[in-house]
């Protein structure tokens, strides 16, 4: 068959383990010639270096040879195909010209289709440019009339509101029932006045929210520029209606036209107002009769700034006089979860009448009773929260601005510091004392913490449990406190040995507060041990399992490294025994 694939040349008798005969060495390889970059000085320069010239000349021609074989071999496998090709081809050109007409006119007709097409797609263009701006104008145009018609229904609306006030002096609902905007909320002329104008109020509220929508999308248009005064005119009068509605509704306890005014001032935006009126017409009055402010008659000194008695009163003016508004305002699905009447009107009216009328309450130089009130303040703080209906109503009270401004008022740091020179200041004065101080044994117990024989020692562990005592403690700074109760036995165990230290030196190079050591009797040590031992029972027992109890509230990991701590003080305390009965021998 003329395409079978050509068999290669057939080897000698002889040639039976060597390569073909067409076959190259391995450093020639032909594959390279078909590559794209392929240069042949390159190729020739690198072969070079390792293939003699002759050789690869050799090489080269073989190849060259071997390629015009396969050449004319392709070319007799074809010859029959390119004979008949050539005479096939008979009146190409004609044939092109036939064909070439009827392209040509397709090609004419589909650039006229393109013309018309491009045309319409501009033209469509344009009517959709133009329809998008009638339509923007058509919305432009249905706002602006909106807005016109929404700020006379107002207008018409507030006029009303002199009739209902006149009917409110006259006690006339029939005069109320003739009116058409209120036609609607009256019924067989028994409805209340005052809810019926808390309704009209929160329908002019609702409208003003629409008319602030409407005004917010088209504020720089001149149409709304030239009513902007009737629309703050119109906002003028329906916040000082509203007012008065609300405080009528407060003094009267109507829960109905209190709920209708608070969903009013909701959608007009002005929570502050209505938290402001409760506060200075409610809860303004009622403090400033628990917590004058500024009065002469209150004492100055620590009974006259106690608060204790101050906020066990106002506790029940909340529950008395305040609730009512605190359950309408969390009732469930009422939408009046906006309003903090507990931060921005009773804690506010509070934290003012504490800061005018008992500033001293507030101030840390009277530790025992700034902690008294700080402790009270908390609690209240507490009932408060009480009032929330929800964790998350609990934590928006907490970061409310007078929350946090009323405990920024409480200066726990300073109080701290005071605190700190009171308990350090006390054992540090008897433990720079030059002589170790007997004190009387009241019991009988040798180990008994109460029957500790040092001075010294009584006040380490006094101070120990006054860092933990509730009339000091503030459970804010019980880090602190901890601390200072780990640096109190610190101080002690270094008295001890630096005192030991010293009596070794004979004196020499002593610190102060290291004279006990040089003056101490035989005797003295045996009390040193003693009371060590007690020391050591007393805070790894009763004293650890107290502090352990006041911070159970924490979590196990911080009690075990309170607990850790604790053990490591009484640990380095214990480490001095064996030192200190070695110098009891010696001076014995």
Known sequence: ?????????????????????????????????????????SYIAELRTFVPFDTLRSELQAHLSSLNHELIDLINRDYADFVNLSTKLVDVDSAVLRMRAPLLELRDKIQGFRGAVESSLTSLKNGMSQRAEATAAREVLELLLDTFHVVSKVEKLIKELPSVSSDLSNGDVNSIQKSNALSSHV????????????????????????????????????????????????????????????????????????????????????NGNAEEIFRTIIVAPLIQNVIPR????????????????????????????????????SAENSGLHVFDFLANSILKEVLEAIQKGKPGAFSPGRPKEFLKNYKSSLDFLAYLEGYCPTRAAVAKFRAAPFYVEFMKQWNVGV???LRFQEIAGALDSALTAPSIVLV????????????????????????????????????????????????????????????????????????????????????????????INCLSKEISGSYLDHVLHVLSSCSAEVLDLVKQSILYCRKSLDDLLPLVRGFSSEVC
Not at 190 to 198: A, G, H, K, V, Y
Not at 226 to 255: M, P, T, W, Y
Not at 294 to 318: M, T
Request: glycine share 6%; net charge negative; charged share 20%.
């Open 294 to 329: 500024g009065s002469s008659g209150v004492v100055a000194g620590a009974s006259g700034d106690e608060l204790e008695n101050d906020y066990r009163q106002i506790k029940k003016h909340v529950e008395k006089d305040f609730k009512f508004i605190l359950e309408i305002a």
């Open 1 to 41: 068959m003329p395409d079978q694939i050509p068999s290669p040349a057939p080897r000698s008798a002889t040639d039976l383990f060597s390569d073909p005969l067409d076959s190259h060495p391995m450093w020639f390889k032909p594959s390279l010639f078909l590559s794209p970059d392929f240069d042949s000085e």
């Open 440 to 531: 009387q044994n009241s019991g009988s117990g040798e180990e008994d913490p109460k029957n500790l024989t040092l001075k010294q020692s009584v006040i380490l562990l006094d101070s120990l449990r006054s860092c933990w005592n509730e009339e000091v403690l503030v459970l804010s700074c019980s880090d602190k406190f901890l601390r200072l109760s780990l640096q109190l036995l610190s101080r002690y165990s270094n008295w001890l040995s630096s005192g030991l230290a010293a009596w070794k030196k004979g004196g020499a190079g002593s610190n102060p507060g290291c004279e006990w050591a040089l003056s101490a009797a035989p005797d003295d040590f045996v009390y040193v041990i003693h009371d």
């Open 415 to 417: 109080y701290f510091s």
């Open 187 to 270: 019924e067989n002329g028994t409805t209340n006045i005052r809810e019926t104008q808390s309704m009209l109020l929160e329908r002019i509220a609702s409208e003003m929210n629409r008319l602030n929508f409407y005004i917010a999308h088209a504020q720089n248009l001149p149409f709304v520029q030239n009513i902007e005064k009737r629309i703050q005119s119109a906002s003028q009068l329906l916040n000082a209606s509203l007012g008065h509605c609300f405080v009528d509704g407060l003094e009267h306890r109507d829960v109905t036209a209190i709920y209708n005014c608070l969903r009013a001032y909701s959608a007009i935006d002005n």
